[in-house]
């Protein structure tokens, strides 16, 4: 008579493989380097993978094209400053998401890659990636916060969002483009201490 063995029920696997944390860190690095290195046209999805020791698959798990790659390696490092700061007010993370821009950009890596976007027609893959995985992002984490700023009192009620943002980022990356002033440490801090006189809550006179 056969005895029926008790084992414990196995579990069904995901599908697809997970994403890695170690082999998005070491994708990033591999990107940071190359652009070090070269520039943008350096990172390519090959070298990417190479340099990474991962598949060239698993760098499309994270990213659709070596242009969003470029631009998530010259921001590496910020979600851990970003994360650091979480528990502060949203004008006090404001200003540190407004320095690390400043900061990225400010380096000659940064220097180089916009530079080329500079020189480069406004619809190529490096422009756009620069303008939706960059310039628009950063914004958008922008927005988020001077709406907690609002909800929190730290700002004024009626303030108008866009033009706000506009005040914010407009400094940085004309700056940027034109290269008419340095990124000198210290702008950003004095471009939100002006756009704050009038972003926050009027005295009432009598």
Known sequence: MNKSVNRPQEKPRPRGRPRSQQARSAILQAARTLLDEAGPGAVTMEAVAARAAVSKPTVYRWWPDRHAVAMAALMEGETEERSASSRQAAIARLRQQLRTIAKRLATSTGRHVTSMIAAAE???????????????????????????????????????IEIAL???YGPLFFRLLMGHAPLEEGLMDRVLDA?????????RRG
Not at 148 to 158: F, G, L, S, T
Not at 195 to 203: D, F, I, N, P, T
């Open 122 to 160: 406004p619809e190529t893959e490096l422009s756009k990636a620069f303008r939706n995985h960059f310039v628009l992002a950063r914004r958008a984490e922008g927005r988020i916060l001077l709406e907690q700023a609002i909800k929190n009192h730290e700002v004024r009620r009626d303030l108008d």
């Open 166 to 168: 506009d005040l914010l």
């Open 195 to 203: 756009a704050l006189a009038g972003m926050r809550a009027r005295s």
